[in-house]
């Protein structure tokens, strides 16, 4: 167990759908990453958020969203979505140096 | 922003030989330079990383040096076994406090019994 928890693990869901990932990071970990993993890709970074502000954007779509709440555990809202959506979706967090991942959501779009 | 490239894309080796995967970055600032392990369908897992004022770190079979005149830091694994096959995947950072890291591409290693 790593400490950062991502929830769910697998989500099934139709094309034009809106699906919540929630992280939890670490205790005591301000920031918060958002990746997302294509099948055989590498890690695409998203948005970063650091004790409840956004610090950094990626690659995100504007048909994704994220937050950071006050308790630190941060929710990546993915809306009207895609095929290509279909991807494992990361969360890490960090205190200074170096990520500790979640296990990930692997989200299937149908 | 960061730059970073990551070679080769695959590798194959016989276990038991070294395996050595090279990265590459632009941003002479950069300061921090992990190295993550990925299994399939499995989370990244740092195996070992190196800061700046370092050139070079150890822990048992894998090692990490870093060229910052040259702007590159490689990751040595030496008596390779089945079990270091993965994907792994370089990483920079320019630390100012809570950065993120830019991933290199990642290089899919097999070991060959």
Redesign the interface.
């Known amino acids: 167990d790593s400490g950062v928890t991502q929830t769910p693990k697998h989500l099934i869901t139709a094309t034009g759908q809106r699906v919540t990932l929630r992280c939890s990071p670490r205790s005591g970990d301000l920031s918060v990453y958002w990746y997302q993993q294509s099948l055989d890709q590498g890690l695409q970074f998203l948005i970063q958020y650091y004790n409840g502000e956004e610090r950094a954007k990626g690659n995100i779509l504007e048909r994704f969203s994220a937050q950071q709440f006050p308790d630190l555990h941060s929710e990546l809202n993915l809306s009207s979505l895609e095929l290509g959506d279909s991807a494992l979706y990361f969360c890490a967090s960090s205190a200074n140096y170096g990520y500790t991942f979640g296990s990930g959501t692997r989200l299937t779009v149908v | 922003g960061e730059n970073v490239e990551q070679h080769p894309s695959t590798l194959s080796v016989q276990e038991g030989d070294s395996a050595v995967i090279k990265c590459t970055y632009s941003d002479s600032a950069s300061n ?1 330079f ?1 190295w ?1 392990k990925q299994e399939l ?6 195996i070992i ?1 190196i ?1 700046s004022n370092v050139g070079e770190k150890k822990d048992q079979r894998i090692a990490v040096t870093l060229n910052k005149t040259a702007k590159h830091f490689s990751l040595h694994i030496t008596e390779t076994q089945p079990e270091d096959s993965a994907v792994y ?1 370089c990483a920079v ?1 320019t ?1 100012f ?10 290089t899919r290693l097999t070991i060959i019994p």
């Open positions: 921090y992990p993550y369908g499995k989370r990244p897992q740092l990383d800061r995947f950072n630390y406090g809570n950065e993120k890291l830019t991933f290199g591409t990642g």
